[in-house]
Nanobody
Framework: QVQFVESGGGSVQPGDSLTLSCATS????????MSWHRQAPGKKREMVARISNSGGITNYADSVKGRFTISRDNAKNTVYLQMNSLKPEDTAIYYC????????WGQGTQVTVSS
């Protein structure tokens, strides 16, 4: 059974940093492309960052380039999202996703950026 444990969300002020973690079990993590997505109230879910199974290739949404960094530890079956210089428009529920021949989603963690 595939399980994700997402953590690291919270309420912060503009300019602060947060690091999200998504620990997985039940899948062959090193074979999966991992990504983070977010969904703000009233908006569609959007991809924030993606990392290849080896970690050698990363992609980012234009809105987070230069501020967010995705990384993974295949030994720990965990993917991370380091978020710096947070803005109010980054407020959303953040989900991790795993993809090989199937796709799996985490339960989401809330990030709120407000002064």
């Amino acid at each position: 059974q595939v399980q994700f444990v997402e953590s690291g969300g919270g309420s912060v002020q503009p300019g602060d940093s947060l690091t999200l973690s998504c620990a997985t079990s039940g899948l062959t993590f090193r074979y999966n492309v991992m990504s983070w997505h977010r969904q703000a109230p009233g908006k569609k879910r959007e991809m924030v960052a993606r990392i290849s199974n080896s970690g050698g290739i990363t992609n980012y949404a234009d809105s987070v380039k230069g501020r967010f960094t995705i990384s993974r530890d295949n030994a720990k079956n965990t993917v991370y999202l380091q978020m710096n210089s947070l803005k109010p428009e980054d407020t959303a529920i953040y989900y991790c996703r795993a993809e090989d021949f199937s796709e799996y989603w985490g339960q989401g963690t809330q990030v709120t950026v407000s002064s």
